[in-house]
C-alpha cells in the first residue's frame, strides 16, 4: 500500500504539471480539446491525491509499522479516533493533508465550474495547478510520508525491516480536538487559494467586472468559516490541555493562523464596496494576494520553526522551498498587476467621511494595522537578527496594547457600519438609528461600573458590546414587524422569513453578533484570578465563592497511559457541590506526560483546576486554581459566528407574495431598515 | 481635496496611536535570544539584560533543591549551570535531554538564573500541525 501510495502521488505531480503546461497553451492556442484535457488533468490530480491520502490511512489502520510514518506515530494501542488524526501529527502527514484539502476545494471548483466561466475557468486552472504543483513536490520529493523502515545490511544495500509496534502518537495530540481542529485550520488555510486564484486569473484574462467576486464570495465565506473555527477550536484547545489558564498566548503558530483570517475579514467586507460602488478594485485584489501569502506564510512558520516557537521543529529544508514559492507568488502577483492595473480602475470616490464606504475604509484600516502589528511582532526575531544581529523577541504585552484598541474600534464599527447609508447618511437617520442602541450602551455601562466593571478596555467593551447587540436586535425587529404586519405571522416566523430572504445581510447580522459575545468572553480576562498551593490531603484553597478540598489521590491504568487524577471536593458555602478531577497522564510510550484540566463552566464564570505537577520546593504535588470569568461566551460566541456564516451561505428565498404586496403599497413610506429587505439583489452565484 | 485631507486626519491619528502603542509595548516586553556561546562575549549593560537561552538539558544534570532547581544547559559544546527560581512547577516536556528554553538573567557567579523554563522532548516531538498547542505551561500570556 505505500508503494500505491508513493505512486499515486508522483502521478499527481505528472498531472498537476500537465494541467499547468497544457493550461497555459490551452490559454494561447483557445483549442476546445486542449481546455478540456487540462481541466481533466487538474480533477484527475485531485482524484490521485484522496487515494494517496487513504492508503496513508489504510496503513495507519492495518498497524504497518513497516513505514516511517506510521511507527513515528502510531501504535497498537491507538484508538481509532486517534489513527485518523495520525495522518496530520507529522510534518509529512500534515503536508500530504494539506494537499488533500486544497485538492477537495480544487475538485469542486473545477467540477461545479465545467462548462461555465469558459473566459476565465482555464487561467483559474492554471493559478490552482501551480500551487498544487509546489506542495506535490513537497509531498513527492522532499518531505514523503511513504518511507519505508529501512537499516543498512551486510552488504551495504539498504534492507527493509518492520517493526513490532509503533511509538504512538504525542500525549498533548492526545486530545478529542486533535482530531477536528487541524482538519478546520488547514481547510481556512487552503480555502484561501479558491479566491486567490479566481483572482489571479480574472485579472491574468482582464476578465470583465465584478463576476470573480460573485463567483468566489461562497468560497471565501468557506474558508474563512473553517479559518475562524480552527482559530477557536485551537484556543479551546489550548486552554483545556496545556493548563496555564488561558487560550490565546501570542504564541507565533496562534499568530499565524490569526494573519490570513485578519485580511480575510477585510478582504470579505471591501468586496461589498467593488460590488455596490465599483471601489477599492485594486485593494480587493491585493487584500486576496495577501491573504493567500499569508496561509502559505502560516504554514510555513508551523512547518519549519523559522521562529523559535517551542513546537515547531526546525527544518530549514522545507524552509527555502517555501520562501522561494512565495517569492514566486509575490513576482506572479506584481508582474499581473503591473501589465493590467488599468483594468483595475475605480469608478467613484469617497463622498462623505459618515458613510457606509468610510465605515469599510476605517474596518480595513484597522484589520490591516492589526495583520501588520502580528506579523510584525511575529516575525521579530528574525528581522532583528537580521538588522542588528540579536535576537529580539517582543511577548504578550505588545500585541496586547495595539490589539486590544483595535479590536474595541472595530467592534464599535461592527455596531455602526451596517446602518450608515451608501454614500452619505443624515444626522437624522443617525438619531434614528443609534439613539436608543446608544442609550442602552451607556445604560448598561453604567450598571457595569457600580457593579465594578472599573477597567477601563472593560468598561467600553461592555458598553460597545450591548450597544452593537441593541442594533443587531433592533435591525431584526424593525424589519421582522414589517413583515408581520403584512403577513400575521407570529414575530419570530416573520424573523425567519426576513432572514431567508437576504441571508447575506442577516446572516452577516448573526456573524456580528457572534463576535459581540467572543468579546464579552475576552473582555472577562480582565478579571482573571488565580492561586496555587502546595496540597497535602486535606488542604484547602480559596477561590472567589469556591473553596476547594483535596480529598486525596487516584491511580488509574487506561489502555495506552497511567492516569494519576486528584480527587478535589469543591464546596459552594460551606456546602458540597461536586467533585473535580485534574489529571496527569503517564505515557507508557513516551517519557512526556499530558495534563487534563478540570473545568467547570458556567456562564458567569470557568472553575479551572489543574494538577500542575511537584513544587520544586516541598517535592508535594502543586494545585493550581484559576477563575476566568465569561470564557464560555467565546465559545458560544463561535458557534453563533458559524451559523450566521451558514446562513449567509444559503440561497436568498424569492419573495413573490410580499413583493407584490409591496408594489400595491407604492407610495406607502416604508421603514428603513426594511428596505434592502424587500428589493431583491441580484441574484449572486 | 477637503474630505480627502478629513479621511488622511482620521487615518494618520489612528495610526500614530496605535504605533505609539506598539512601540510602549515593545519596550515592555521585549527579551533578547542568545546561544550559550555567545553569554561568554556579551559585554557590560548587554550582560545583565532580561534574555532567553536555548539549549539541551544535560543528562543526569537535574537537581531539585528546596527553592530552587538546578541544571546543565549544554549547547555548541558548551555548558551553562541554570539555577531555577520560579514558583511554577516545570513543566512535564522538562527531562533529560530535553530541549529548554529558559528567560532571566545572568547572575555574577557565572551561573544563569531563570524565571522560567520552557521545554521540548527532542526525541520524539513534533510540531502540532497548525495548533496552538504550546508544549510548555509557559510564561507566554501572564
Redesign the interface.
Known amino acids: 500500500m505505500d508503494v500505491f501510495g508513493s505512486f499515486a502521488l508522483i502521478l499527481a505531480f505528472v498531472c498537476a504539471v500537465y494541467a499547468f503546461g497544457g493550461g497555459i497553451a490551452a490559454i494561447i492556442t483557445r483549442h476546445p480539446l486542449l481546455v478540456k484535457s487540462t481541466r481533466q488533468a487538474g480533477i484527475a490530480t485531485c482524484c490521485l491525491i484522496f487515494l494517496a491520502t487513504f492508503s496513508l490511512e489504510y496503513l495507519f489502520f492495518s498497524d504497518n509499522f513497516s513505514v516511517g510514518y506510521v511507527v513515528?506515530?502510531s501504535n497498537r494501542d491507538l484508538s481509532t479516533f486517534y489513527k485518523i488524526a495520525a495522518l496530520?501529527?507529522?510534518?509529512e502527514g500534515?503536508l500530504l493533508?494539506w494537499s488533500f484539502l486544497l485538492a477537495i476545494y480544487v475538485f469542486s471548483v473545477l467540477v461545479t465550474y465545467r462548462n461555465k466561466n469558459g473566459e476565465l475557468m482555464p487561467y483559474v486552472g492554471v493559478v490552482l495547478a501551480g500551487v498544487q504543483i509546489f506542495f506535490l513536490t513537497l509531498n513527492n520529493f522532499v518531505e514523503s510520508p511513504f518511507k519505508a523502515l529501512a537499516v543498512p545490511g551486510a552488504n551495504g544495500a539498504m534492507d527493509l525491516v518492520a517493526r513490532a509496534d509503533g511509538?504512538g502518537l504525542?500525549p498533548?495530540?492526545q486530545y478529542p480536538e486533535?482530531v477536528i481542529?487541524?482538519p478546520n485550520?488547514?481547510s481556512g488555510?487552503t480555502g484561501f487559494t479558491i479566491p486567490f486564484a479566481f483572482a489571479l486569473g480574472a485579472l491574468l484574462a482582464r476578465y470583465p467586472g465584478e463576476k470573480w467576486i460573485h463567483l468566489t464570495r461562497k468560497w471565501t465565506m468557506i474558508a474563512w468559516m473553517f479559518q475562524s473555527m480552527?482559530i477557536l477550536l485551537?484556543?479551546h484547545?489550548?486552554y483545556a490541555?496545556?493548563?496555564?489558564g488561558?487560550y490565546?498566548?501570542?504564541?507565533p503558530?496562534?499568530n499565524?493562523?490569526l494573519l490570513p483570517w485578519l485580511t480575510g475579514t477585510a478582504f470579505l467586507h471591501s468586496v461589498m464596496m467593488q460590488e455596490k460602488r465599483g471601489m477599492m478594485k485594486v485593494w480587493n485584489v491585493w487584500l486576496v494576494f495577501c491573504t493567500f501569502l499569508l496561509c502559505i506564510l502560516?504554514?510555513f512558520l508551523?512547518?519549519s520553526?523559522v521562529v523559535?516557537?517551542?513546537?515547531?521543529?526546525a527544518n530549514s529544508k522545507i524552509g527555502n522551498l517555501f520562501v522561494g514559492f512565495m517569492a514566486i507568488v509575490v513576482l506572479v502577483c506584481v508582474g499581473a498587476y503591473l501589465k493590467n492595473r488599468d483594468y483595475l480602475k475605480s469608478e467613484n470616490q469617497?463622498?462623505?467621511?459618515v458613510s457606509r464606504e468610510?465605515s469599510f475604509?476605517?474596518n480595513n484600516?484597522?484589520l490591516l494595522?492589526a495583520c501588520v502589528?502580528v506579523l510584525s511582532g511575529t516575525l521579530f526575531?528574525v528581522f532583528s537578527e537580521w538588522f542588528t544581529g540579536?535576537?529580539?523577541?517582543?511577548?504578550?504585552?505588545?500585541?496586547?496594547?495595539?490589539n486590544i484598541?483595535?479590536g474595541l474600534?472595530l467592534l464599535f464599527l461592527t455596531g455602526v457600519g451596517p446602518l450608515l447609508a451608501w454614500r452619505k447618511t443624515s444626522t437624522e437617520s443617525l438619531k434614528r438609528n443609534f439613539g436608543w442602541p446608544l442609550g442602552i450602551g451607556l445604560f448598561a455601562g453604567l450598571i457595569g461600573f457600580a457593579l465594578g466593571f472599573r477597567q477601563f478596555y472593560s468598561l467600553v467593551c461592555l458598553i460597545l458590546c450591548v450597544l452593537v447587540g441593541a442594533t443587531v436586535v433592533l435591525e431584526f425587529s424593525r424589519g421582522a414587524r414589517v413583515i408581520r404586519s403584512r403577513s400575521g405571522a407570529s414575530f419570530a416566523a416573520s424573523a425567519i422569513d426576513l432572514t431567508m430572504r437576504n441571508t447575506r445581510r442577516y446572516g452577516g447580522y448573526i456573524v456580528h453578533m457572534g463576535m459581540v459575545f467572543v468579546f464579552i468572553g475576552l473582555a472577562g480576562a480582565a478579571f482573571n484570578r488565580d492561586a496555587?498551593k502546595d496540597m497535602r490531603p486535606g488542604d484547602t484553597i480559596q477561590m472567589g465563592p469556591y473553596t476547594l478540598l483535596l480529598q486525596g489521590f487516584e491511580t488509574r491504568p487506561e489502555k495506552n497511559y497511567t492516569a494519576q487524577r486528584m480527587l478535589v471536593e469543591v464546596l459552594r458555602d460551606n456546602k458540597p457541590m461536586m467533585m473535580l478531577y485534574p489529571e496527569?497522564r503517564r505515557f507508557a510510550t513516551?517519557?512526556?506526560?499530558?495534563?487534563m484540566v478540570a473545568i467547570y463552566s458556567t456562564l458567569k464564570e470557568d472553575l479551572y483546576v489543574v494538577y500542575?505537577?511537584?513544587?520544586?520546593?516541598?517535592?508535594l504535588p502543586?494545585m493550581h486554581v484559576f477563575l476566568n470569568p465569561l470564557v464560555k461566551w467565546i465559545w458560544f460566541g463561535g458557534v453563533v459566528v458559524v451559523f450566521g456564516t451558514l446562513v449567509a451561505l444559503l440561497p436568498n428565498r424569492r419573495a413573490v407574495l410580499v413583493l407584490s404586496g409591496a408594489q400595491q403599497a407604492v407610495g406607502q413610506a416604508l421603514p428603513q431598515g426594511l428596505m434592502p429587505a424587500v428589493t431583491m439583489r441580484e441574484g449572486h452565484d | 481635496m477637503k474630505k480627502q485631507a478629513k479621511f488622511g486626519i482620521g487615518i494618520s491619528v489612528i495610526v500614530v496611536a496605535l504605533g505609539f502603542l506598539a512601540w510602549l509595548g515593545y519596550g515592555e516586553s521585549k527579551t533578547y535570544y542568545h546561544t550559550i556561546a555567545e553569554l561568554e562575549t556579551l559585554k557590560g549593560s548587554a550582560k545583565s539584560q532580561r534574555m532567553r537561552i536555548g539549549g539541551t538539558v544535560a543528562a543526569g544534570s537535574i537537581r531539585r533543591f528546596s527553592g530552587r532547581v538546578d541544571f546543565v544547559l549544554e549547547g555548541e559544546g558548551k555548558a551553562l549551570p541554570i539555577t531555577y527560581i520560579g514558583s511554577d512547577p516545570l513543566p512535564d516536556t522538562f527531562v533529560d535531554k530535553s530541549q529548554a528554553l529558559v528567560e532571566g538573567r545572568p547572575a555574577d557567579d557565572g551561573r544563569f538564573v531563570a524565571e522560567h523554563v520552557q521545554a521540548k522532548c527532542a526525541s520524539k516531538y513534533e510540531a502540532a500541525p497548525g495548533g496552538t498547542a504550546s508544549a510548555a505551561p509557559s510564561s507566554a500570556g501572564r
Open positions: 513515528a506515530h496530520w501529527a507529522g510534518q500534515s493533508f511509538n504525542t498533548l495530540l486533535m481542529h487541524p485550520l488547514y488555510y480552527g485551537g484556543a484547545w489550548a490541555v496545556l493548563g496555564w488561558g490565546w498566548g501570542w504564541d503558530v496562534e499565524a493562523s502560516g504554514t508551523t512547518r520553526g523559535s516557537s517551542v513546537h515547531a521543529v469617497l463622498d462623505s467621511i468610510s475604509l476605517f484600516l484597522l494595522v502589528a526575531p540579536d535576537r529580539i523577541s517582543v511577548g504578550a504585552p505588545f500585541f496586547n496594547k495595539v484598541p483595535i474600534l496555587q496527569k513516551t517519557v512526556e506526560n499530558g495534563t500542575a505537577g511537584q513544587s520544586p520546593e516541598t517535592q502543586v
